[in-house]
């Protein structure tokens, strides 16, 4: 049974920086893409950044340059290092392997 747990959310300043973790067990997850989502109150759940078994990324444009997503596949970890936040970043961060989801952590940005 697959089960993802999120870490590492919190309230930052505009500019600030959080890094967030996911750890998995329960499935080798290297041989799979894994993603972030995020869902912000009164929106659609959106995802945010993918990395595929071979390390190739994908990011929505509006965290390009800023986020980065990151694997460990010996620690089973995955990471989202996230610098100048802005306050349009404020969400429920969630990740994603396969069709299972890990229960989501708070990220608030101050103004």
């Known amino acids: 049974q697959v089960r993802l747990v999120e870490s590492g959310g919190g309230l930052v300043q505009a500019g600030g920086s959080l890094r967030l973790s996911c750890a998995a067990s329960?499935?080798?997850?290297?041989?799979?893409?894994m993603d972030w989502h995020r869902q912000a109150p009164g929106n659609e759940r959106e995802l945010v950044a993918r990395?595929?078994?071979?390390?190739?990324?994908y990011y929505v444009d509006s965290v390009k340059g800023r986020f980065t997503i990151s694997r460990d596949n010996a620690k089973n970890t995955m990471y989202l290092q996230m610098n100048s936040l802005k306050p349009e970043d404020t969400a429920v961060y969630y990740c994603?392997?396969?069709?299972?989801w890990g229960q989501g952590t708070q990220v608030s940005v101050s103004s």
């Open positions: 329960g499935y080798p997850f290297r041989y799979d893409a």
């Open positions: 994603k392997l396969l069709t299972v």
């Open positions: 990395i595929r078994p071979d390390g190739s990324t």
